[in-house]
């Protein structure tokens, strides 16, 4: 039997990924931790630092998805507002979180400093923690968004602390890939049968160009093991029916 | 006086950017293409080979921007529907371009697989090319609707044939960047005042940790030269004034 899938949608918030001047990595991380997790990433989105947008984008992804993970935009300074969007998407207030503030008031810092750190402990009322094992700035959850920064060192932190009970998540979902020096368009019909037998297993096919000439990968993503390890079969025998090697990766 | 801004919404397809298979480097790409092309990229959305997911926010993106750019799903196999979803998005039949047509029988092929990457000349009926002068894949445009590869190196060469006339583009956007060895919470009070003062140059602060120590890059983006320049002056002085010194990079 097919467990639910249960789905999550990312929100990554800052005009650094839109300017170009930052390359994303964090989309790359979560999704493979969600793999693991047995949650699926269904859509993700790229916004700006502007609160109209974080707000819109938040409560038409938190109804639309089981989950919704933010990054970017908890940290001091005036571009960060994040919480505060949340918390307004939500409609309730923003408090101090308790534990972050005594997180933060652990280390010594000028008043006006830590008037400054003490924005990172503003949360939205009924948050609770994402913990930072670090001891890095912290995350917090709200219903079903979980909010988080855009460091990706931090970021993945935040991460590793989030578990499958929490998230409620199902069966991992398990990949294989094979590759063959086959042109797309030579086995474009065969994959379509191969995938047309095998509906619950996600079918990819994916070109290369390397030195050494041009080719396909071909991905193939699912829950049950033993799909996955038939359709792959079918897809080895379909690259030697074309004269080719299968490469495995 | 401020020239308006046009605004423009990527939309990768690609379920193994959603899988974590794939790194997405496209956006990365575009961001910057852009930035040079007087078009600001405002939003971007990851979705999965889904034709109705493609549908739905093809649609809802092209009323909300001047742009849309697509990238992913135009090969010749199962999982490649986005120039059928797009047809379909805009309401119009799917046809053979008799130019992507006739690039393609130029190279000889066995008719199965001619057949198969006849599948690659298929464009809304009224789309016209977005050459790809490498002589790879071509792309198509829609309405507002760009089309392009999902091939990182097919992609970008779509891009570059790609006019600030075609995409009535306005002052190209500029940025600075400015770091210096203090936490955000050292500057997040003068760094609001430094945004404020100036409106319509966006101020971004990334912390950076690094094995020497821990800072905040300061970015701005604009398209008035002398007023970035200003700002990037004051951000400077402000450096100097917490007794550090501004890094430039």
Chains 1, 2 share one sequence.
């Not at 409609?91 to 101090?96: D, E, L, Q």
């Not at 948050?127 to 930072?132: E, G, R, T, V």
């Not at 991460?159 to 797309?184: Q, W």
């Not at 368009?185 to 030195?211: M, N």
């Amino acid at each position: 039997m097919k467990s639910k899938v249960v789905t999550a949608c990312m929100i990554v918030i800052g005009n650094e990924i839109l300017s170009g001047r930052t390359q994303d990595v964090n989309l790359n991380f979560l999704a493979k931790a969600l793999n693991e997790l047995g949650v699926r990433l269904t859509e993700a989105r790229v916004i700006p630092d502007v609160e109209e947008t974080i707000i819109e984008t938040v409560n038409e992804c938190r109804g639309r998805f089981d989950h919704v993970f933010t990054t970017g935009g908890i940290g001091p300074t005036h571009d960060d507002i994040t919480a505060e969007s949340i918390a307004r998407a939500f409609g309730v207030g923003v408090v101090i979180h308790p534990e972050i503030e005594e997180r933060i008031r652990r280390r010594e810092a000028p008043p006006e400093v830590m008037q400054a750190r003490m924005l990172m402990a503003r949360v939205p009322e009924g948050a609770s923690l994402i913990d930072n094992p670090t001891g890095g700035p912290q995350g917090f959850q709200i219903g079903n968004v979980y909010v988080m920064a855009g460091v990706p060192m931090v970021m993945q932190a935040m991460v590793s602390s989030l578990t499958k009970e929490r998230l409620g998540g199902t069966d991992p979902v398990r990949s294989r890939s094979v590759g063959a020096y086959l042109g797309e368009s030579t086995v474009a019909a065969a994959l379509k049968e191969i995938q047309d037998r095998h509906p619950d297993v996600d079918l990819g096919s994916y070109p290369f160009y390397r030195q050494d000439g041009y080719g396909t990968n071909l991905v193939m993503r699912g829950t049950d093991e033993a799909e996955l390890e038939q359709m792959c079969d079918e897809v080895r025998e379909m690259i030697r029916h074309f004269g080719s090697d299968p490469i495995e990766e």
